[in-house]
């Protein structure tokens, strides 16, 4: 059975399920080079039947990961477009009069969709002609029917076998059985984003291979007020809010405490639900007036001290509610590598993990599995997250003959990995492009800049001349399974293949690894690398250990800042030649700046 799952929010995306294994995943950003690219993801769908040979007409189901959906938002694009400038205008315009003043909602939306920057011609795929004939009020009716409309155009599937599935249930079944845990133990499945479908929180109860919904909420707001915490710093709502969990190390505990203390007069935990214990007018202009005066660095530490504080309060009623010692979990909240790091440390907790990017690109997949238990099969966990576009031969060739590099820079065809290794033990700088794209936020050594650990003077020399990222953002470390042991804390042998975990360093790693921990209290979020997931990146950081005794490299995603990772060797080519790259890696051709 071939089941297609689509996301089109934040990262449009698809997901290839065939007979229960995920044979590919890409986002629509990829191909079309528009950072968090939202909507219908058409070329992606167009490269994954190309890229698994599967025709249109063998598709049996395709499922999409929500069930209501807006068309506002998706007529203007407004993750893809908005800069921060338009959140705060939203914010001033659309929601203060609502929340704040109580007014009428105004026609924001309305006002938009008829300004040029928020047209995109030949971009749409759905058909917006309703907006201008429906009543507002049944926009959203009329929408989810158009979704189905657009999917059965496209594709030439029937409208029966187009299903709109619960946001919450793809986020669980994701967690679940993308996971490597034992199946028949009893399982706690949660799942906490910004909002879906009413809820923005899910727990589900999971033993022999199925679940069972226990709980689901709107009241858990942690995910909005970080976004808008996010936007009251001055960072891009949806994009940034990693920026804030990296700030937030830096903050002195006297300077966050009153913040802190703030959030804590709000939002708190109620058995498996939460309440306000103040409840904010609304989630912006609220604590802009609160947090009046303090410190960005207070306010983004206490912020993240709130949010792993009440996260693992409610992860331990949950655990106690279910009577288990085992938890899987997803949804935009599980990004959060640091509040992550502080429920792994909860003690009941024997079993824990947290399957690749976590955010909505991944409900492409479990709206996949959901399919697929309804229909009977049993999915296969990920066992690598290399699902998208496999870099060829013949196109590495052709950007050479047809950019004429030969002659202006070093050409080296079928290098080995020792020969690249020796390279990052001279501290030279390379970019990986090889085989199969990762899918999500997160560079796993296919689309990767390489560099040595060790040296420290390697975090400016990527954020100042390749990455131009803000200088308080840490790097990270792609470490060989056998050495985790040398360089984390992990007293419980949690894995976490996908750098969605931090980690305390032992004192060895931080001395390998300091360019690749966090400098504010020297934590790290791994990729642990096993031989099976990657063959060729485990053996190029081998040959790394054999020259310098350190079995890590440090590993950042493959993109300028602001640009989606790069996708294939035309990509690759235009990130290395605007930045300072030192080298570029197409497969097994290496390409040296003279």
Request: one cysteine or more.
């Given at each position: 059975m071939i089941i297609l799952g689509i996301n089109e929010s934040h990262l449009g995306?698809?997901?290839?399920?065939?007979?229960?294994?995920?044979?590919?995943?890409?986002?629509?950003e990829r191909i079309t080079r528009k950072k968090n690219d939202v909507g219908y993801p058409y070329q992606a769908i167009e490269a994954a039947l190309k890229a698994t040979g599967i025709k249109k007409e063998d598709v049996d189901f395709v499922a999409y990961s929500c069930q209501f959906r807006g068309p506002e938002e998706f007529k203007i694009k407004r993750m893809t477009t908005f800069k921060i400038s338009d959140y705060i205008r939203e914010m001033y315009e659309y929601w203060k009069p609502i929340l704040v003043e109580h007014k009428a909602p105004p026609p924001f939306w309305e006002k938009l969709m008829e300004e040029e920057r928020f047209k995109h011609p030949g971009r749409e795929y759905y058909d917006f002609s309703f907006l201008k004939t429906t009543p507002k009020d049944k926009w959203g009716e009329v929408f989810d029917q158009e979704r189905i409309k657009v999917v059965v155009k496209h594709l030439g599937i029937t409208p029966e076998k187009v299903l709109l599935l619960n946001h919450h249930l793809c986020h669980a079944y994701y967690a679940y059985y993308a996971s490597p845990i034992d199946r028949t133990k009893k399982t706690a499945v949660i799942t906490v984003d910004g909002e879906g479908d009413g809820e923005n929180a899910t727990v589900y109860e999971?033993?022999?291979?199925?679940l069972k919904k226990i709980y689901g909420t709107g009241m858990c707001n942690l995910g909005r007020i970080y976004r808008y915490i996010t936007?009251?710093?001055?960072?891009?709502?949806?994009?940034?809010?990693?920026?804030?969990?990296?700030?937030?190390?830096?903050?002195?505990?006297?300077?966050?405490?009153?913040?802190?203390?703030?959030?804590?007069?709000t939002l708190v935990v109620d058995g498996l639900d939460f309440k306000w214990k103040e409840k904010p007018s609304d989630l912006y202009f609220y604590f802009r007036d609160k947090f009046e005066g303090q410190r960005f660095d207070g306010i983004a530490?206490?912020?993240?001290?709130?949010?792993?504080?009440?996260?693992?309060?409610?992860?331990?009623?949950?655990?106690k509610f279910l009577k288990v010692d085992t938890m899987?979990?997803?949804?935009?909240?599980?990004?959060?590598?640091?509040?992550?790091?502080?429920?792994?440390?909860?003690?009941?907790?024997?079993?824990?993990?947290?399957?690749?990017?976590?955010?909505?690109?991944s409900t492409a997949i479990g709206a996949a599995y959901v399919v697929s238990v309804d229909k009977g099969e049993e999915p296969e966990e990920l066992t690598n997250a290399y699902l998208g576009y496999q870099i060829t031969s013949a196109e590495i060739e052709a950007l050479i003959k047809k950019n004429k590099i030969e002659g202006k820079y070093k050409v080296v065809r079928k290098i080995k990995n020792k020969e690249v290794a020796k390279l990052l033990?001279?501290?030279?700088?390379?970019?990986?492009?090889?085989g199969g794209m990762e899918f999500g936020a997160r560079a796993l050594g296919n689309r990767s800049i390489l560099c040595n650990p060790v040296n420290f003077d390697n975090i400016t020399l990527l954020?100042?001349?390749?990455?131009?990222?803000?200088?308080?953002?840490?790097?990270?470390?792609?470490?060989?399974?056998?050495?985790?042991?040398?360089?984390?804390?992990?007293?419980?042998?949690?894995?976490?293949?996908?750098?969605?975990?931090?980690y305390d360093t032992t004192p060895l790693g931080r001395k390998h690894l300091k360019a690749a921990t966090h400098p504010g209290d020297f934590t790290a979020r791994p990729q642990m690398l096993t031989k099976e997931a990657n063959p060729g990146y485990y053996d190029l950081i081998q040959n790394f250990e054999k020259l310098t005794g350190v079995g890590a490299v440090l590993n950042t995603s493959f993109n300028l800042h602001g640009e989606p990772i790069v996708r294939d060797a035309k990509d690759a080519w235009h990130t290395f030649i605007n930045s300072d790259l030192d080298g570029l890696l197409l497969n097994d051709t290496l390409i040296m700046k003279q």
């Open positions: 995306t698809v997901a290839v399920l065939k007979n229960g294994k995920v044979l590919y995943c890409e986002s629509e999971a033993k022999n291979g199925r936007l009251l710093l001055g960072m891009k709502p949806f994009e940034h809010e990693y920026k804030v969990m990296g700030m937030a190390p830096y903050a002195k505990d006297y300077i966050s405490k009153p913040v802190y203390d703030l959030f804590k007069k530490g206490g912020l993240q001290k709130w949010l792993e504080d009440i996260l693992v309060e409610w992860v331990k009623n949950v655990l899987v979990y997803s949804g935009g909240v599980s990004m959060n590598v640091k509040a992550n790091k502080v429920l792994a440390e909860i003690p009941k907790l024997k079993e824990f993990f947290v399957p690749p990017s976590g955010s909505d690109e033990a001279k501290d030279k700088i390379i970019a990986r492009c090889v954020n100042e001349r390749i990455k131009f990222r803000d200088f308080w953002m840490p790097f990270t470390p792609s470490i060989l399974d056998y050495r985790v042991k040398d360089y984390l804390v992990n007293p419980k042998n949690f894995s976490s293949p996908y750098m969605t975990v931090a």
